[in-house]
């Protein structure tokens, strides 16, 4: 059997538990305004991950336009951020 050290069992936990989708949601939420800005944070209400699925939550129009439109910028910046893949789809609620 081979060594592994924490942070190596700890990822081999999680792949094999399958609970690293919500550790990715819970990072992302605590860690949301450091994604996005402040701006894009203060006015978002909730965000959800599902299925690689990510749903914004927010009530302020011109927000929903600009990240409609900036979709595909912004799954470019998550999966960077979290370096893997973590989002393939982004909704706007």
Known sequence: MGSYSIGEA?????EKSQ???KVFELRMREEWEQIVGKTIA???RNINLS?????IY???APLKHELQSGKELL???INTYFGERVVD?????
């Open 10 to 14: 700890l990822n081999l936990l999680l």
């Open 19 to 21: 609970w690293k989708p």
């Open 42 to 44: 203060r006015y978002t």
């Open 51 to 55: 299925n690689r699925k990510l749903t």
């Open 58 to 60: 927010t009530d302020v």
């Open 75 to 77: 799954v470019q910046k």
């Open 89 to 93: 789809e982004i909704n706007i609620g």
